[in-house]
C-alpha cells in the first residue's frame, strides 16, 4: 500500500519568513496530492491541492509543487503570518478512471509555528 | 450549508463497552470515509462507503470494529469490546461522487477508553 513520508516534524519561523514541508509517497499509482492544516482540537482543512497532471499550484501565500519522477511534493508558504501556526499534513489518494473516490493516505504532521 | 457533523463530541468509556459514533455527512454527499487519528500522528483510513455500501473496509483494525450506512446519508461506526488502544479522534469526511476529489472531514469524536 502507499506510505507517506512528511519532513520535518517541526517547523519554527519569524513571521514574514517562507516555510517549505516536503512529502514523498511510495505508490506511483498516486495522482492526487492534497494539504490540509489543522489547528489543536479542530477538524482538518484542506488549504491546496494537485493532480498529477500538474506540476505546480499557487493561491495566494501558499503553492504547491510535484515531481512524479521522483515521487515527492512540497508545501511553500510565504511570508507567513502567526495564524499559519498549526500541524499540516500532506496526503496522496489514488483516483481510478476519473473517480472521486480516493482514500487517503496521511503524512506524520508537520508542526509549524510562526514567532510574531 | 452545514458541514460534516460528528456526535458525540467527546465520548469515555470503561474498557470492554461498546460504543456508537454518529457521523453526518454534507447533504447531496453519496461518498463517505471513517479514519481515525491518534496523539500525533495523521489521520489512519477506516473505511470508505459509496452510498449505503461498504466499498472498501480494508482499514478496519479487526472485527470489533464495524460501520453502517443503511440510508446512505448517516453513518455509524460501531467498536465492541472497546481497548485502551482504541483511545484516538474519530473523524468522518464526505466527498461528492463526481464533483471533484476534496474531502470535507467534521470535527471527530474522541474516543478515551479507560
Known amino acids: 500500500g502507499e506510505n507517506v513520508e512528511q519532513h520535518p516534524s517541526t517547523l519554527s519561523v519569524q513571521e514574514g519568513d517562507s516555510a517549505v514541508i516536503k512529502c514523498t509517497y511510495s505508490d506511483s499509482a498516486s495522482n492526487y496530492f492534497p494539504w490540509y492544516k489543522q489547528e489543536l482540537g479542530k477538524r482538518p482543512q484542506l488549504i491546496i491541492d494537485i493532480r498529477s497532471n500538474v506540476g505546480e499550484k499557487k493561491d495566494q501565500r501558499i503553492a504547491v509543487t510535484l515531481n512524479k519522477t521522483a515521487k515527492h511534493f512540497s508545501l511553500h508558504i510565504t511570508e507567513t503570518q502567526p495564524e499559519d501556526s498549526a500541524v499540516y499534513f500532506c496526503a496522496a489518494s489514488t483516483h481510478a478512471g476519473g473517480t472521486s473516490y480516493g482514500k487517503l493516505t496521511f503524512g506524520q504532521g508537520t508542526i509549524l509555528t510562526v514567532h510574531p | 450549508g452545514a458541514g460534516v457533523s460528528q456526535t458525540p463530541s467527546n465520548k469515555v468509556t470503561e474498557k470492554g463497552k461498546y460504543v456508537e459514533l454518529r457521523c453526518d455527512p454534507i447533504?447531496?454527499?453519496?461518498?463517505l470515509y471513517w479514519y481515525r487519528q491518534s496523539l500525533g500522528q495523521g489521520p489512519e483510513f477506516l473505511i470508505y462507503?459509496?452510498?449505503?455500501?461498504?466499498?472498501?473496509d480494508s482499514g478496519l483494525p479487526n472485527d470489533r470494529f464495524f460501520a453502517v450506512r443503511p440510508e446512505g446519508s448517516v453513518s455509524t461506526l460501531k467498536i465492541q469490546r472497546t481497548e485502551r488502544g482504541d483511545s484516538a479522534v474519530y473523524l468522518c469526511?464526505?466527498?461528492?461522487?463526481?464533483?471533484?476529489?476534496?474531502?470535507?472531514f467534521g470535527p471527530g469524536t474522541r474516543l478515551t477508553v479507560l
Open positions: 447533504s447531496g454527499h453519496t461518498a
Open positions: 462507503f459509496q452510498g449505503t455500501g461498504a466499498a472498501d
Open positions: 469526511a464526505s466527498s461528492l461522487t463526481g464533483g471533484g476529489y476534496e474531502q470535507f
